[in-house]
């Protein structure tokens, strides 16, 4: 957090500071705060900010960093991101609560689906990659619900179950073991899918 935001990168076992970057979109307006930060399978580094909802990549072989730019143009913060495979990236925005891709091989983004259904949801909150079934699970916040989306079919699937009723945002999100684990709050609760049953198998 800052005006602006600085982008620090730490060697853990000295503790010394080996490189610090400020975040400045595109447009030459400041971050403020970033939100989400994920290492892709290629080893670059892709920082999700806000006011701007700009999505900014770090290559720590170069130490340079670079906007990309505006994801979803009317959004104002990447609240959350997740790696997936060849170096892509996925990200939730909001208000639009909405799902995006990085691609490195094109170096572009696109908007791969909305899941706002009404005037209470505005915020992706979490997401988890299922590299076995190649899918990402959307957390959804203002209003807990959970969603599979199917990265070939571009086709989404409601996961939530009932005792989410009356909770306010799928915070957390987890793929391991080939299960999906869910924190929801307030609480915090934890709750665990299994995809291959399907079925949740904690609740």
């Known amino acids: 957090q800052g005006d602006p935001a600085q982008f620090i990168v730490m060697d853990v076992a000295s503790r010394e500071v080996k490189a610090t970057h400020p975040l400045v979109a595109l447009d030459g307006s400041n971050v403020s705060a970033a939100w989400a930060i994920v290492t892709a399978s290629d080893g670059k580094v892709y920082i999700g900010s806000t006011p701007n909802g700009t999505l900014f990549q770090y290559d720590p072989a170069e130490d340079t960093m670079r906007a990309i730019g505006k994801p979803v143009p009317t959004d104002t913060v990447i609240w959350t991101l997740v790696a997936g495979e060849d170096g892509k990236v996925y990200g939730g925005t909001g208000y639009s609560q909405t799902l995006f891709e990085y691609d490195p091989a094109s170096d572009q983004t696109r908007i791969l689906k909305s899941f706002k259904s009404s005037s209470k949801e505005s915020h992706i909150r979490s997401l988890a990659y299922d590299s076995d079934h190649q ?27 009932p005792e989410f009723n009356g909770m306010t945002s799928v915070y957390d999100l987890q793929y391991a073991g080939g299960k999906l684990f869910v924190r929801v709050d307030p609480g915090p609760v934890m709750f665990v899918y ?9 609740n």
């Open 135 to 161: 899918a990402i699970y959307v957390g959804g916040a203002d209003v807990a619900k959970l969603y599979k989306y199917d990265l070939a079919s571009g086709t989404s699937t409601a996961l939530h179950p």
């Open 194 to 202: 299994d995809p291959d049953a399907p079925s949740w198998i904690v």
